[in-house]
């Protein structure tokens, strides 16, 4: 598989790093150590590059005492390589990206996505936030089915807002970096720390 293919060469260049990814840790809990780690999600958007839908990513991270410092997502699919080192800013296709200075919500793109865990009680939950930001007055509500390709399009100002429930690490490490660098905000729902 992809991944396991990446991480096995890795390994090779960078022992003293572990690897963290969807494919690494399908019948183990995923757990981020202070240990250099490379997290890798060798397709964020599997079900439309299944359905192929140009909307999926290769997202690559190294994260050092559990935080994201260096990240790339590559959207093929378009062209467009977002990229960003901590503290020298965030970049796509080399240009210089920086959040929406919007702050209106009738001005205000919100994206999401429904998640694969699919029991009446999640569904009905997630419904009731998407029933709340559409009631206050967003201007549009969007699902692209990435959550590395939502979180750019917030990094590079296209979009404001965006919230799911239940991503993993190696969905989100490599855009934290980019959309922080970006000059976003990333925090769990409820409003911690990530």
């Given at each position: 598989t ?5 991480v096995a060469?890795?390994q090779q260049?960078?022992?003293e790093c572990s690897?963290?990814?969807e494919?690494?840790?399908q019948?183990?809990?995923?757990e981020?150590?202070n240990?250099?780690t490379?997290?890798v ?12 839908v140009?909307?999926?990513?290769v ?6 005492d559990r935080?994201?410092?260096v ?8 062209g ?5 080192v901590?503290g020298?800013?965030a970049?796509l296709?080399?240009?210089?990206i920086?959040?929406?200075e919007?702050?209106?919500a ?13 029991s009446e009680?999640i569904?009905?939950?997630r ?6 930001y559409l009631?206050?007055?967003?201007q ?8 590395a390709?939502?979180m750019?399009?917030i990094a590079?100002g ?9 991503p ?9 970096v ?6 976003g905000i ?9």
């Amino acid at each position: 598989t992809i991944s396991l293919t990446t991480v096995a060469a890795w390994q090779q260049n960078f022992p003293e790093c572990s690897f963290l990814g969807e494919e690494t840790c399908q019948d183990e809990v995923a757990e981020m150590t202070n240990k250099p780690t490379w997290v890798v999600d060798p397709i964020d958007g599997t079900a439309n590059f299944v359905h192929k839908v140009p909307y999926s990513a290769v997202c690559i991270a190294l994260c050092i005492d559990r935080q994201p410092v260096v990240g790339v997502v590559n959207v093929a699919s378009l062209g467009e390589m977002f990229t960003a080192v901590q503290g020298k800013g965030a970049f796509l296709n080399g240009k210089r990206i920086q959040v929406s200075e919007t702050s209106r919500a009738e001005e205000s793109m919100a994206l999401t996505e429904m998640g694969s865990q699919r029991s009446e009680s999640i569904i009905s939950h997630r419904l009731d936030v998407i029933n709340a930001y559409l009631s206050s007055n967003i201007q549009a509500m969007r699902c692209f089915g990435a959550c590395a390709i939502n979180m750019c399009l917030i990094a590079s100002g296209k979009a404001e807002i965006y919230f799911e429930e239940g991503p993993h690490a190696w969905d989100v490490a490599a855009c934290t970096v980019i959309l922080r660098e970006a000059g976003g905000i990333v925090t769990n729902t409820d409003g911690s720390a990530l």
